[in-house]
């Protein structure tokens, strides 16, 4: 049965993944197992993407049925605590940028692979970034942009995390659709990631884990 | 017997009809296009043409804000002209990338935002993605009546001053004086109702405003023995539904939850797209008609959904322009590698593909005999590279994707900022490196 259901989201097949939660939630099963297996699905789904079997779709598919899970067990679901994540990653898309969809892939990618992520939405403000940085105390900062508007955005992002003492607390990854290895070192940051699996690489080398 | 292209880019190379400034205008006007002409049909030209994709550029270049350049037409105008001077492009868009900001206030347009407004004055504006519409307000409605649908649920939905036209009856009702006129013609009565018709006609004004500013300045590039940079715009189906109502996510779940009615959707789509390219492109007489590609690229969908949802409506779209003889060109947003055989099912010589991010040597390898390629400078050597960086970029793009011809120096987006001398060294040394 618990198989069954990591089957079927990781297969995405949505219909028969609500009626097994469904059924499983009626004979009395602690909701707490339902999510497990669900995250265990997740894990497969981020799996297959990083082997380039699934593609964006499948991750954003595999993502709603989670969601349409979670909704159910809603009552008896409690959060995975960060002591249990293998790190902590603080990013958001930089000053003035409006985009959210590359960094939200991010994000899923990099909690489905066990990281603690503070993600602070978009338009970012350098200040912003440091205050988090300070409480937080991340290893892994990344920052999202997608205009040629905000190369100097990023700039000033790094310039400000430095100024605060913090540059040598943190490595700085950037992504998005105008990004590349130009725009890094322009910027001063750490790595440029062209893709989620890539920002996934990165931490994982920074950190370490599985 | 001379194919409908060929025609068309004969009649656009022979510029009649064109008041030119002087003889050396005319002679300029004639060699820029039949450049043009020869890369799309995979002749080999004189030189590799250059046609850098001036986003916001010439406003920050010649010191205006991007707010400016939105809301003052006459700036922004005065500016696109010194850039044009400066830099003499192969073709030249003029400042219709600088959309009339206050034609959208008017509306309370939410799909935008504006800089000096909720973003930086010097920021680009943006597009504000969202899930507008939801899968069952839209297939259903969509497939029944487009036009129904676009003034009574979706522009009531984007424009919130346009808000109370969901309230009208359908048109397609409006038969006759003793069947609806009497009656539901108290609509158009209400209070809220006119206040939106109004909203609509300021826009009107605006947008004629907008559109007469452009109009003047497109016979002064003419004049200048400058080609105008294309005729028309269309899309791809799925990135119509995807952009305008159900957003990346939204259209992503339709894949796998309603494809047929997404399939049906976009191939009622097909048409419509085929007819605004035509008539906007036979208005500007001009054989290119251009198309932003957004959610086809690399790992945003499978190789078979886009052989299944991406690739089969765009493809039509591109052949029904094909064959009333005018000239796709698509800007390939994102990585496009993977999608290179697919997109080289379609006739020879007929198209462009603009890529921001290909593999170049396999571009050229899978596309050189059947499409011209138009890119490969990034946007961030353009803003912090050295001369020698670009010079470099240039030379081998030259080198291997302008081998025999077919092939545009461009940047693969539509650049805002990026350093004066930089783009000054992409025209003039690709007019230098590029001779063949």
Known sequence: MNEDLVTLISELKQKEAIEITEQRLKSGEDPLK????????????????????????????????????????????AQVSDDRKIGKIVLGTVAGDLHDIGKNLVTFMLDVNGFAVYDLGIDVKPQVFVDKIKEIQPRVVGMSGFLTSVYQAMKDTVDAISAAGLRNEVKVMIGGGVMDEEVRKFAGADAYGQDAMAAVNLAKDWIGGA | MEDKTTANLEKWCSGDGIQFVDEAAQAAYKRRTRRIADVIQLKVPDRVPVVPSFGMFPYLDNGLTCEEAVFDYQKADAAVMKTLAEFK??????????????????????????????????????????????????????????????????????????????????????????????????????????????????????????????????????????PLYEGGESAAPY??????????????????????????????????????????????????????????????????QF??????????????????????????????????????????????????????????????????????????ILFSGTTRQLKDCIKERIDVVGKGGGYIVDCGLWFDEARHENVKTMVEFTRSYGVY
């Open chain 2, 239 to 304: 990135d119509l539904v995807g952009d305008w109502f159900r957003g990346t996510t939204g259209v992503m779940v339709d894949m796998y939850e309603r494809p047929e009615q997404l399939l049906e959707v976009m191939e009622k789509l097909v048409p419509i797209s085929i007819k605004m390219g035509l008539d906007l492109a036979a208005d500007g007489n001009h054989p290119i008609v251009g198309f932003m590609l957004h959610k086809g690229a690399d790992g945003f969908m499978s190789p078979r």
């Open chain 1, 34 to 77: 339902i999510l497990a297996d669900g995250k265990k699905a997740m894990q497969i789904v981020g799996q297959r993407f990083s082997e380039g079997r699934y593609f964006i779709p499948d991750l954003v598919y595999s993502g709603k049925i989670l969601e349409q899970v979670a909704e159910r067990v809603k009552p008896g679901l």
């Open chain 2, 89 to 226: 492009p192969d073709m030249f868009l003029g400042s219709g990338y600088a959309f009339p900001a206050p034609l959208f206030e008017a509306l309370g347009y939410r799909q935008l935002r504006w800089p000096g407004r909720e973003i930086p004055t010097h920021y680009v504006y943006q597009f504000v993605e969202d899930e507008y519409i939801k899968a069952e307000e839209f297939y259903d409605h969509f497939l029944q009546d487009p036009s129904d649908f676009m003034l009574r649920r979706y522009l009531p939905r984007v424009c919130s001053n346009l808000a109370p036209l969901a309230r009208i009856r359908p048109f397609a009702e409006s038969f006759g004086y003793y069947l609806t006129m009497c009656g539901s013609y108290a609509y158009f009565g209400m209070p809220e109702v006119q206040q939106a018709l109004k909203a609509l006609m300021k826009a009107g004004e605006e947008s004629l405003k907008w559109v007469s500013v452009l109009t003047e300045q497109a016979e002064r590039i003419l004049a200048r023995g400058y």
């Open chain 2, 307 to 380: 052989e299944t949802f991406y690739w089969p409506p765009l493809r039509k779209v591109m052949m029904g322009l094909i064959e009333e003889g005018f000239v796709p060109l698509l800007l390939c947003e994102g990585g496009y590698t993977s999608r290179l055989e697919t997109i080289a099912d379609i006739p020879k010589g007929k198209c462009i593909y603009w890529f921001e991010n290909v593999d170049w040597n396999k571009a050229k390898e899978i596309l050189g005999d059947t499409a011209c390629i138009r890119g490969g400078i990034p946007a961030s």
